[in-house]
């Protein structure tokens, strides 16, 4: 009798999809040698407009991955998307690094490099472009896009800070 193991036994689980962005080694010399850390950024989304990113570190790799994961379920935030596309230009900040996003119509694609479009596919876009400004390192280009996605405002937050309905706000 041979036993299987179940391992979707929580359905809850499969509701995000987890994204790896970037992975380092890092090293520490010791009197007996080196010792070896890692460190994890990753990214989870429902691909319905919710995302969050997390960094894990730890001495193995799958425990530095698990970690971030569990830190990217706890920072949830939701972006406002229509038709697949974000619904205006935007630029995010942090330190040096700069991202631009910008909407596309249907059919263009992420067009997105490798940190923003993880984030982008797991938040469910289809259509964006995007450019990323100033420093190229991963943990900084997230929180860039990151910083950009937050200050994404839908109709109906523009049309209620001018104390107006939808419909006067589109005429």
């Known amino acids: 009798m041979e036993h299987q193991k179940n391992f ?16 380092n080694r890092t090293c520490k010399t010791v009197k007996g040698g ?4 890692f460190s994890a950024l990753t990214v ?3 691909q319905k407009g919710r995302i969050g990113y997390g960094l894990g570190k730890a001495n193995d790799v799958s425990e ?5 994961i569990d ?7 939701t972006i406002p998307l229509k038709n697949g596309t974000i619904p205006h230009d935007i630029i995010g900040k942090y330190k040096s690094s ?9 059919g263009t694609g992420i067009i997105a490099g490798g940190a923003v479009r993880a984030i982008m596919d797991a938040a469910g876009a289809t259509d964006l472009l995007s450019k990323s400004l100033g420093s190229s390192s991963a943990v900084n280009v997230v929180r860039a896009t990151f ?4 200050k994404l405002m839908d109709a ?3 049309a209620a800070n001018r104390g107006k309905t939808l419909d006067e706000l589109w005429g």
Do not use: H, Q, Y
Request: charged share 40%; glycine share 2%; hydrophobic share 35%.
């Open 8 to 23: 979707d036994n929580n359905p809850k689980e499969k509701e995000f999809v987890e994204k790896l962005v970037t992975l």
């Open 34 to 37: 080196r010792r070896m850390s």
């Open 44 to 46: 989870v989304g429902d």
């Open 64 to 68: 530095a991955i698990k970690k971030s």
């Open 71 to 77: 830190k990217a379920k706890r920072n949830l935030i």
């Open 98 to 106: 700069e991202v631009l996003l910008k909407p596309a119509c249907s």
């Open 147 to 150: 910083d950009a996605v937050e």
């Open 156 to 158: 109906k937050k523009v």
